[in-house]
């Protein structure tokens, strides 16, 4: 687990490139974006809006590609049209934020700053 000043940090340096967010287009994601009635600018944008450093979940973690992808994953939960949905997102070297997973949250998450 991480602490409060590491993951307020994280948070700030990925809002401050909010142009270069991506949405891994998976099936999963693409299904609850149409479950929820959002298109991913919008979906991304009340992410943007809304995310916190108290949604922390997990990480860093490494990637697990064989072979791995370099940046640091992190897990957060978030409340988007009243869902509790699991965030998983990639902080590359480039400064590109690759959001892995955007999903409805198949099981409870676990808030440690909450």
Wanted: charged letters at 25%; glycine letters at 4%.
């Amino acid at each position: 687990m991480n602490d409060q000043k590491s993951i307020k940090t994280v948070i700030t340096s990925i809002k401050a490139r909010r142009s270069k967010w991506h949405l891994s287009h998976r099936t999963k994601n693409l299904l609850t974006l149409s479950a929820i009635g959002l298109v991913e600018k919008t979906a991304l944008d009340e992410i943007f809006m809304m995310i916190s450093w108290k949604d922390y979940s997990a990480g860093p973690l490494a990637d697990d590609h064989h072979p791995p992808i370099p940046g640091d994953i992190w897990i957060f939960g978030l409340q988007i049209s009243e869902r509790e949905c699991y965030l998983k997102f990639q902080d590359r070297p480039n400064q590109t934020v690759i959001w892995i997973s955007l999903h409805i949250a198949e099981h409870p998450l676990q808030y440690p700053f909450r």
